[in-house]
């Protein structure tokens, strides 16, 4: 993937120099928008989802406190910005709550894509799922559409998942994951 990569030239080098490697160019949406490429504008859609996030004050403020949080014993410079942590914090603020959970599924479309197509395998066997701080549910989605028989849960914080409907293989779980999991065949944990 050339991250940044404008209108592909070095991609495109790249990918006629060698034919049997799959390459991306991963830029902002006005700039990869109107350029042939399969994966170009989901990609897009994932930067712009970000950008609005990394802009809001809530997530900006932490910068400020990296010189306090190198010197005391904070988990990390969100605490120390908001003395609580970012999940904490997303479970007393809808708005971020909904923004943080939708810039996370943008990235599992393609990821879930990604996995059920490249790395079938991995699921042979697999009965039962578990995407333990699943978000929205996405990546579940996905793998319990291409597995029908296999049994999907998605765990998450309550305030995340507690709207959340399932469906014939999918269900959501609200829990805290330092306390306990469902039991599954495969407990998936993904991070963008
Ligand atoms: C970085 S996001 C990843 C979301 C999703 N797996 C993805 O890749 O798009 C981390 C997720 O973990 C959840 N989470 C954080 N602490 C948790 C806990 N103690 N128990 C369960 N889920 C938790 C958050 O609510 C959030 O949805």
């Known amino acids: 993937m050339d991250v940044g990569g404008g209108s592909g030239t070095t991609a495109k080098g790249i990918a006629e120099a060698f034919p049997h490697m799959d390459c ?7 700039v990869v928008s109107d350029l042939q490429g399969s994966m170009g504008t989901g990609l897009a859609m994932i930067i712009h ?5 990394a802009w809001g ?25 908001h003395e609580k942590t970012l999940w ?17 599924a943008s990235d599992s479309i393609l990821a879930s894509k990604l996995v059920v197509s490249k790395c ?3 699921f042979d066997g697999v009965n039962s799922l578990v995407d333990v701080g699943g978000g929205l549910g996405t990546m579940a989605k996905g793998i319990a559409e291409a597995f029908p028989d296999m049994n999907c849960t998605v765990f998450d914080l309550p305030h995340v998942v507690s709207d959340l409907q399932g469906g014939k ?9 330092f306390e306990a999991v469902p039991p599954a065949d495969a407990l998936l944990l993904k991070v963008n």
């Open 88 to 104: 904490e914090y997303a479970g007393q603020d809808a708005s971020l709550n909904n923004l943080f959970n939708e810039a996370m």
């Open 169 to 177: 293989n999918l269900k959501y779980v609200g829990g805290d994951m």
């Open 57 to 81: 004050q809530v997530l900006t403020k932490p910068w400020d406190c990296l010189s306090t949080w190198f010197r005391n014993d904070d988990r990390n410079a969100f605490s120390v910005a």
């Open 49 to 53: 989802t970000e950008f609005k996030i």
């Open 120 to 122: 079938k395998g991995i």
């Open 24 to 30: 991306t160019v991963f830029d902002l949406t006005h």
